[in-house]
């Protein structure tokens, strides 16, 4: 078998270190857009806590879905009774855009999949390790004015669909029961 020559050595060489720089590169770049997604988050929610941020990170949370994340106690509450009724759907659908969530951006897809299947346990923990972070950092008063704007918004979904024919307890026991929870949330 003939001897490579010192060209052909050259470019394997150069082959052989440019396949590792490339996996390289690319190791480097991914770990580059983990801790840009983890700024990101960081930025969105205030929050400093890496582990806290991985979670999310972990459950596939971005930016844009942690700003959707507000809607987690809207839906929650929805979802108490098994399912979700066509008026919460619509009340917070409502909602969502009356915060500026619509049909156009990267956050509304993920409301109407929790709308048509109930979020997973995980996803109810991470908002109240959101919450707990929050309660931690923020000064007293935010976090009542916070506290009053999530229970006042769910506790709106809970009553938009109760009673019959606007008559009757408008709130279930169940939905109750997650408000409850949703109040304990903050501490």
């Given amino acids: 078998m003939p001897t490579p020559s010192r060209s052909q050595q050259s470019i394997l060489i150069d082959a052989v270190f440019h396949n590792r720089e490339k996996r390289l590169v690319e190791a480097f770049r991914e770990r580059l857009d983990q801790l840009e997604r983890r700024q990101q988050l960081a930025h969105v929610s205030g929050i400093c806590d890496e582990a806290i941020l991985d979670r999310f ?7 844009e879905s942690l700003a959707a994340l507000g809607l987690v106690p809207l839906v929650w509450v929805a979802w108490a009774d098994g399912e979700v009724a066509a008026k919460e759907r619509d009340r917070i659908v409502a909602m969502a855009q009356a915060a500026g969530i619509g049909q156009q951006n990267g956050r509304y897809p993920l409301l109407e999949h929790w709308l048509s299947r109930r979020p997973a ?67």
């Fill in 57 to 63: 990170l972990g459950l596939g949370i971005t930016a």
């Fill in 121 to 187: 346990p995980e996803m109810v923990a991470a908002w109240r390790d959101y919450i707990r972070h929050l309660s931690e950092r923020m000064a007293a008063e935010d976090l009542a004015a916070l506290r009053r704007e999530i229970l006042d918004r769910a506790g709106e979904v809970a009553r938009v669909s109760g009673g019959l024919l606007g008559f009757g307890k408008r709130v279930s026991p169940a939905e109750q029961a997650v408000l409850t929870q949703l109040e304990q949330a903050f501490g």
